[in-house]
């Protein structure tokens, strides 16, 4: 077998050239990183499980007719998927305070935001991914407003059934980070979701003890992190055989090491749509009267910021 040609890459995943024009192989790292690069670690198998866990949610997300890059599955490790054009910006969805955003708003973590709401940063490490309203999204021509509307729709959808999927596994989703791509059929630009949904993209937590089942334990040193991705990968039934993940190595590419090259494909012309939210289930056993923005109350420990 060839060699794969690298394309890019990122802190979590490389990306390779894929077998037809127009695709990407995307193969999941055990590495982790957080506060923007400061901290570096690795969490074993955690390339597995991601990768298989986005599969199976991007395909989920697939079947309901929100468009994602996830063509199909390759091997443990990788997938290939629609090169697209990275919108650069981490949308976020919070249904309840945590991390950054409970420390800027002084709320507890695990108060819940009554419904969801969704928050933009521009997606550069250098700059530490700041945070971004429409106006300099607008200004800076990140994104046209018709694909800020869409991405907003498909962002709360992609969280309405998100949070239902993991709650019949047990899961309370607390807020999860994703990223849009451009792309393009002929002459018509599609919105499509891109990169990952895992417990690096997510906040997880237990629904009946409220135990972190995310990159929080890595972030905050909370032991255990190998352990809470298989569980969550267990309870999606997205490895049946979870003592795979701790021995195996197999998915790895023999190519040399892949630097940044370039990221895929160009910009070109808005698209449209709208959105409407719903509230989440109810707030987690912990969790105090909802937040009015700025609570009174001290936030718990949280971290500086989020990958
Ligand atoms: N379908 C796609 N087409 C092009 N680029 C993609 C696609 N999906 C994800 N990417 C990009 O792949 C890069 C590698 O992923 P990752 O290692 O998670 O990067 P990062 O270090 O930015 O977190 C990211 O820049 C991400 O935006
Ligand atoms: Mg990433």
């Not at 697209?84 to 950054?100: M, Q």
């Not at 819940?112 to 991914?129: I, Q």
């Not at 289930?281 to 009015?292: G, Q, S």
Request: net charge positive.
């Amino acid at each position: 077998m060839s060699p794969k040609t690298p394309i890019y890459e990122g802190k979590a995943k490389k990306l390779f050239e894929g077998p037809e024009p127009g695709t990407l192989i995307a193969h999941y790292k055990d590495d982790a990183t957080a506060f923007n690069n400061k901290k570096k670690g690795t969490i074993q198998g955690k390339g597995i499980i991601n990768n298989k866990i986005s599969e199976f949610l991007m395909s989920r997300l697939n079947d309901m007719g929100i468009p994602t890059h996830f063509i199909r599955g390759i091997n443990m490790r990788e997938q290939l998927v629609r090169a697209v054009d990275i919108i650069p910006l981490e949308v976020i969805v919070r249904n309840y305070a945590a991390g950054s955003f409970a420390e800027r708003f002084g709320a507890f973590e695990g108060e819940s935001l009554g419904s969801p709401m969704t928050e933009f940063c521009l997606k550069d490490d250098r700059l530490g991914d700041p945070f971004v309203g429409e106006d300099h999204i607008f200004a800076f021509g990140l994104a046209q407003p018709e694909e800020i509307d869409e991405i907003r729709h498909y962002a709360l959808r992609i969280n309405d059934f998100l949070s239902g999927l993991f709650y019949a596994h047990g899961i309370r989703l607390i807020d999860l980070k994703l990223e849009f791509g451009r792309f393009y059929e002929g002459d018509i630009e599609l919105i499509v979701l891109a990169d990952e949904i895992s417990p690096d993209t997510c906040r997880l937590w237990d629904l009946n003890t409220n135990d972190k089942m995310d990159k929080d334990r890595f972030r905050r040193d909370l032991g255990k992190t190998e352990e809470a991705y298989r569980e969550v990968a267990r309870r999606l039934g997205v490895l049946p055989n979870v003592s795979v993940v701790e021995t195996a190595s197999f998915g790895e590419t023999a190519t040399a090491s892949a630097k940044p090259v370039k990221k895929a494909v160009k910009a070109k012309a808005p698209a449209k749509a709208k959105a409407k939210a719903k509230a989440p289930a109810k707030a987690p056993a912990k969790a105090k009267a909802p937040a009015k923005a700025a609570a009174k109350a001290k936030p718990k420990a949280a971290p500086k910021k989020r990958k």
